[in-house]
């Protein structure tokens, strides 16, 4: 499945108080039934891009982008980054899954044992930690703050659980993004094409995505739904 930049733009309606105006967004945006859902067809813009990202005073806001698994968050994470380089860093979160085939440690994830993931745990390392189909997943305070010394939006891709931590930290404050697939079947869909779920793990993470899908049904828990 392919996203259109219609899709990744969208995100760009929350931006304007992130960039300090070093940017020009002029969205013409139909809503859907609800306040803050748009559908992928309703969404023009013009942007204006730039050559360099500015230094500033203030960090800007983190940007948390949510959805189940195989809804597509990293196409969208890697299209932002690759349209806007240096603007946008990505926080490398910590797992004890292992990992897939093309991925690489440092870069998709830090891989770690159960036993170092829980001792950073104990250590306070983590703003939120969270497990799926018996991995765990974190991401470090570490993290965030080398991507904002550099004035960069923190990209953050967080489940449902790391959601619910993350909006208990106040002085944290980032916009939220949830991403939400067409359907529950297509979801199944793209999590069978990928061929690394077994019958029993594919099982979990269609439960775990039917209670995320309800979690990001309501619209006081994120800033836009994509579907």
Request: glycine share 4%.
């Given at each position: 499945?392919?996203?259109?930049?219609?899709?990744?733009?969208?995100?760009?309606?929350?931006?304007?108080?992130?960039?300090?105006?070093?940017?020009?967004?002029f969205a013409d945006i139909t809503r859907a039934t609800t306040p803050k859902k748009y559908s992928v067809k309703t969404v023009r813009y013009q942007l204006c891009k730039f050559?360099?990202?500015?230094?500033?005073?203030?960090?800007?806001?983190?940007?948390?982008i949510c959805g189940p698994s195989g809804v597509g968050k990293s196409t969208i994470i890697k299209r932002l980054t690759d349209e806007f380089p240096g603007l946008f860093g990505?926080?490398?979160?910590?797992?004890?899954?292992?990992?897939?085939?093309?991925?690489?440690?440092?870069?998709?994830?830090?891989?770690?044992?159960?036993?170092?993931?829980?001792?950073?745990?104990?250590?306070?390392?983590?703003?939120?930690?969270?497990?799926?189909?018996?991995?765990?997943?974190?991401?470090?305070?570490?993290?965030?703050?080398?991507?904002?010394?550099?004035?960069?939006?923190?990209?953050?891709?967080?489940?449902?659980?790391?959601?619910?931590?993350?909006?208990?930290?106040?002085?944290?404050?980032?916009?939220?993004?949830?991403?939400?697939?067409?359907?529950?079947?297509?979801?199944?869909?793209?999590?069978?094409?990928?061929?690394?779920?077994?019958?029993?793990?594919?099982?979990?993470?269609?439960?775990?995505?039917?209670?995320?899908?309800?979690?990001?049904?309501?619209?006081?828990?994120?800033?836009?739904?994509?579907?």
């Open positions: 499945y392919t996203f259109q930049l219609e899709n990744i733009f969208k995100i760009f309606i929350i931006l304007d108080s992130m960039l300090n105006k070093t940017y020009s967004l050559s360099s990202v500015p230094i500033m005073a203030n960090p800007p806001k983190p940007l948390v990505f926080s490398v979160s910590h797992t004890t899954r292992k990992p897939r085939n093309g991925e690489c440690d440092g870069i998709n994830y830090y891989y770690v044992t159960r036993e170092e993931f829980l001792s950073c745990k104990e250590k306070g390392e983590f703003i939120e930690t969270a497990e799926f189909s018996g991995n765990m997943y974190g991401t470090s305070k570490m993290a965030i703050q080398c991507i904002q010394q550099k004035s960069q939006i923190c990209i953050l891709d967080i489940e449902m659980q790391g959601v619910i931590q993350i909006k208990k930290i106040p002085e944290l404050d980032p916009h939220f993004v949830f991403i939400q697939p067409p359907s529950i079947e297509e979801l199944e869909r793209r999590l069978r094409d990928r061929k690394t779920e077994t019958e029993e793990s594919l099982k979990k993470r269609l439960d775990t995505a039917k209670r995320e899908l309800a979690y990001g049904s309501n619209l006081e828990n994120f800033d836009i739904i994509i579907v």
